[in-house]
Nanobody, 115 residues
Framework: QVQLVESGGGLVQAGGSLRLSCAAS????????MGWYRQAPGNQRELVAT???????YYAESVKGRFTISRDGAKNAVYLQMNSLKPEDTAVYYC?????????WGQGTQVTVSS
């Protein structure tokens, strides 16, 4: 069974940076497009960024120029470098495949940006 574990969240001031990590067990990311998603209180979960197995990358307009998605096939991991964080980036961040698989959502990692 696939398990995704996100880590790296925390509390940071506006303008700060965080690096999120996503590790998979039970399966490999190889050949799959992976994505980072986030869900803020009272909002629906939204797609933040995706990276294909060929390193084709997509960013939501709201994070373009501030966030960088990357992957390490050898470590079966996906990362999200978040710079110039804003209070509106506050959310629980999740990784999953893209399109998402509803049976593999992890616990997510909380990112809180204070103003």
């Amino acid at each position: 069974q696939v398990q995704l574990v996100e880590s790296g969240g925390g509390l940071v001031q506006a303008g700060g940076s965080l690096r999120l990590s996503c590790a998979a067990s039970g399966s490999t990311f190889s050949g799959k497009t992976m994505g980072w998603y986030r869900q803020a209180p009272g909002n629906q979960r939204e797609l933040v960024a995706t990276i294909s197995s060929f390193n084709n990358i997509y960013y939501a307009e709201s994070v373009k120029g501030r966030f960088t998605i990357s992957r390490d096939g050898a470590k079966n991991a996906v990362y999200l470098q978040m710079n110039s964080l804003k209070p509106e980036d506050t959310a629980v961040y999740y990784c999953n495949t893209w399109p998402q698989r509803d049976d593999v959502w992890g616990q997510g990692t909380q990112v809180t940006v204070s103003s």
